[in-house]
């Protein structure tokens, strides 16, 4: 097992926190207590290669394989058998992988801001924009990543906390050059096959897509696609012209609080 940077904090039935690429523990629920001041202890990781966690043993192992074998260790570490899981992007497609290949440790799922389409997973020029984003990293640190990302593609409101969000996630890695590997890596790997698999999910769901006006990276209809494929999933997200309720953590606390009090535990 790697050596994995966590929090494990309040006592109650447990919350299991994932975080998108490039981000870490902490930009989940965005340092809100919440859910544990609502009774649940809230486990959240920094992923293999980012944060305080350690780098992957090779700069490949970080396929959704990989991440799911983290999340059952530390899972298994922290004497949780079963647990709702939450997690944004990159964490929303680990714990679906989790929840298709271990069922049993699954007890709710809230999937927040999925962008993975398994019909358009290798469009023209995607993958060259993630190695561009690598390489700006690797050779320029979080400025060479803010040159290569360039100017954010979204309504003027929203590009300053764009922006600052980048810049801060990026100054929270003590191994960049793993984040750089991570962003060559996770967008190439399959989290599952097709649409159709998310029919064999089973536990309460509820989906956490945003508006693609705020965030284009996390196209609305993907989150709108995944809702329909898991049976009985529930579609939630903000009004129009709102900050996404993903950047809220403590609207999303709420939304993990009310799953969870469904919960197959």
């Known amino acids: 097992m790697l050596d994995l940077a966590r929090d494990d904090n309040?006592?109650?039935?447990?919350?299991?926190?994932?975080?998108?690429?490039?981000?870490?523990?902490?930009?989940?629920?965005?340092?809100?207590?919440?859910?544990?001041?609502?009774?649940?202890?809230?486990?959240?990781?920094d992923a293999r290669g980012h944060g305080e966690s350690s780098a992957a043993p090779s700069p490949e192992a970080y396929e959704?394989?990989?991440?799911?074998?983290?999340?059952?260790?530390?899972?298994?570490?922290?004497?949780?058998?079963?647990?709702v899981l939450a997690g944004a992007s990159m964490g929303a497609h680990t714990l679906l992988r989790c929840a298709l290949?271990?069922?049993?440790?699954?007890?709710?799922?809230v999937v927040i801001t999925p962008a993975y389409e398994p019909d358009n997973h290798e469009p023209p020029g995607r993958f060259e924009r993630w190695d561009a984003l690598a390489e700006g990293l690797r050779t320029g640190g979080v400025e060479g990543f803010v040159e290569a990302y360039g100017e954010p593609d979204v309504p003027e409101q929203f590009r300053e906390t764009v922006l600052r969000v980048i810049r801060q996630r990026l100054g929270r890695h003590d191994h960049p050059e793993a984040v750089a590997d991570a962003l060559q890596v996770v967008p190439r790997s399959r989290p599952f096959g097709t649409l159709d698999d998310l029919a064999k999910i089973t536990v309460p769901t509820v989906v956490v897509p945003s508006r693609d006006e705020a965030d284009p990276g996390h196209p609305q209809s993907v989150g709108e696609a995944f809702a329909e494929a898991i049976p009985g999933a529930d579609l939630v997200i903000?009004?129009?012209?709102?900050?996404?309720?993903?950047?809220?953590?403590?609207q999303l606390s709420r939304v993990i609080a009310d799953l969870a009090a469904?919960?197959?535990?």
Do not use: C, N
């Open 238 to 250: 903000e009004e129009e012209g709102k900050s996404p309720i993903a950047w809220q953590g403590g």
């Open 64 to 83: 959704y394989t990989d991440l799911v074998r983290d999340l059952v260790d530390v899972m298994d570490d922290a004497g949780i058998e079963r647990a």
């Open 262 to 265: 469904r919960a197959d535990y």
């Open 10 to 45: 309040g006592d109650g039935p447990p919350v299991v926190l994932l975080h998108g690429l490039t981000a870490t523990r902490r930009y989940v629920v965005m340092g809100s207590t919440a859910l544990q001041r609502a009774g649940h202890r809230v486990v959240a990781f």
């Open 101 to 109: 290949d271990h069922p049993e440790r699954a007890a709710g799922m």
